[in-house]
C-alpha cells in the first residue's frame, strides 16, 4: 500500500465515468483522496459531491450558469473554479497524481492537454481527446512524461490483453461492439428509427450522445482512430467484431495465433479502477462473472453496409492529420441534431462524411487548427443536412 494517498482530480464528476469513478474510490479505503471535481450544469450534483468529499476544488465549466447558483452548501475549505481556467488550474497543481479525464466530447481535450502538459498520469475516458489531436497528444505525453491510461472498456482490455507479447509480436487487435440494439435491423428499418429506440441500449447505460453512437457503431469508429493512436498500431491492424454479450471487451491475437481477451460484465468501474491502481491489481466493487450459471459467447462480423461509420473510422485513422478533428465534431452536431428530431437516423453518418470530404485536410495540423476546425464541421452539419 502506499505511503499516502494518491490526490485524484474527476473532469466530469456527474457523468456515468465520474460517478462510478466515486464508487471506485469509496471502496479503496484511504487509498486515494478526491482532490477536484468539475461538472458542467449538474451544479446541484457537484455540490451533493462536494459535500461527500470535501475537495479542495470544485470546477464549474459553464461560468455564466454558476454565477446564477447558490454556493451555500458547500464544505468551507472547498473553493470554487470556473470555466477552462479553473480546470487547468486544478489538473496541473503540483499536489495533483491522477487526473480522471472524462468530459464528454471535444469540451474535454484542453483539460485533458493541461494534464498531459503537466506530467500527470491520465486515465483517459475521453475519447475524443486522442481521435480529435491523438498524434499531438502522445507526443506531448512522450514529452513531459505523463501517463496515459486507458479507461474506454475496449482500450483497457488491449491495453491488459497487449501485456501477454511484445508490441512487435501483435498480428492485430480486435475491438469488440455490442451493435447495439439495431443490429439485426434492415436498412429500411433503420431509416424509421426513433430517439427513444436509439437511447434503448441492450447492455450498457449511458449517456445518450454515446448510446446513439453505440447505436450507428460511430463508437467503433472513433475506437478505431484512439487504438491507432493510444496504441501505435496500423489501422491495418485494428478489426471490430460484434458480441451482443459485451463480456469479452476486447481481444489481442499475437503472430503466433494466440489470442488474448479480457472478459467481465459490462461494468464501467473494472477499467476504471485497473486506470486508478495500475500496475497493481485489488479488489473492487465491480460486478463478476459468475460461472456457476454458465453463459454463451457470440461472435460474428460487422455488416459495414448497414453501418457505414466503421468504414469511415478506417479511413480515417489511416489519413490521420485533421480528419478525426473533423468525424469527431461533424459526428457530435449530427446526433445533437438527430436527438433534436432535426434529422433521421440513417442521416447521421452521411452527414459526417459530407463534412470530411469537404475540409482543408493538413497532415501535420496545430491544436489551435484543430480547434478552429472543430467549431467549423459543426456549423458545417448543419449546412450539409439542411440544404
Not at 501483435?170 to 451493435?179: D, F, K, V
Amino acid at each position: 500500500m502506499p505511503q499516502s494517498a494518491r490526490n485524484i482530480v474527476i473532469l466530469g464528476s456527474t457523468g456515468s465515468v465520474g460517478t462510478n469513478t466515486l464508487e471506485v474510490i469509496a471502496a479503496a479505503g484511504d487509498r486515494f483522496s478526491v482532490a477536484g471535481l468539475s461538472a458542467h450544469r449538474r451544479l446541484a450534483e457537484l455540490t451533493s459531491q462536494a459535500a461527500a468529499w470535501n475537495p479542495r476544488w470544485i470546477i464549474a465549466t459553464d461560468r455564466q450558469h454558476a454565477e446564477q447558483f447558490r454556493w451555500s452548501d458547500l464544505p468551507s475549505t472547498t473553493e470554487v473554479l470556473y470555466g477552462e481556467e479553473g480546470i487547468q488550474q486544478a489538473v496541473s497543481h503540483s499536489d495533483v497524481d491522477t487526473v480522471v479525464a472524462a468530459i464528454v466530447g471535444s469540451a474535454g481535450l484542453r483539460g485533458t492537454w493541461t494534464a498531459v502538459e503537466a506530467g500527470k498520469t491520465v486515465a483517459l475516458a475521453n475519447k475524443e481527446t486522442l481521435v480529435m489531436a491523438g498524434p499531438l497528444v502522445m507526443d506531448l505525453a512522450r514529452r513531459c512524461g505523463a501517463t496515459i491510461l486507458p479507461v474506454d472498456s475496449e482500450h483497457s482490455a488491449v491495453f491488459q490483453a497487449m501485456q501477454s507479447g511484445k508490441q512487435d509480436e501483435i498480428r492485430r487487435i480486435i475491438l469488440t461492439a455490442s451493435g447495439g440494439p439495431f443490429r439485426r435491423h434492415t436498412a429500411a428499418q433503420l431509416a424509421e428509427v426513433t430517439v427513444e429506440q436509439a437511447l434503448d441500449h441492450p447492455t450498457w447505460n449511458m449517456g445518450p450522445k454515446i448510446t446513439v453512437d453505440s447505436a450507428t457503431m460511430m463508437n467503433k469508429a472513433l475506437e478505431i482512430i484512439e487504438a491507432r493512436w493510444l496504441f501505435g498500431i496500423e489501422p491495418e491492424k485494428i478489426d471490430v467484431v460484434i458480441h451482443p454479450q459485451s463480456i469479452v471487451h476486447s481481444l489481442v491475437e499475437y503472430v503466433d495465433g494466440s489470442v488474448m481477451a479480457q472478459l467481465s460484465p459490462p461494468d464501467m468501474k473494472l477499467p476504471i479502477q485497473y486506470a486508478l491502481t495500475y500496475p497493481e491489481r485489488t479488489s473492487g466493487p465491480a460486478d463478476k462473472l459468475d460461472f456457476a450459471t454458465g453463459f454463451g459467447l457470440e461472435f460474428e462480423p460487422p455488416d459495414e453496409h448497414r453501418f457505414p461509420a466503421l468504414t469511415l473510422g478506417h479511413e480515417v485513422a489511416r489519413v490521420g492529420g485533421t480528419a478525426g478533428a473533423v468525424l469527431n465534431a461533424a459526428n457530435e452536431a449530427a446526433v445533437q441534431r438527430f436527438l433534436d428530431h432535426e434529422i433521421r437516423f440513417t442521416e447521421i453518418v452521411p452527414a459526417c462524411r459530407a463534412v470530411l470530404g469537404n475540409h482543408n485536410f493538413d497532415s501535420n495540423p496545430s491544436l489551435d487548427q484543430l480547434i478552429q476546425l472543430d467549431a467549423w464541421a459543426r456549423q458545417e452539419v448543419t449546412r450539409w443536412v439542411c440544404a
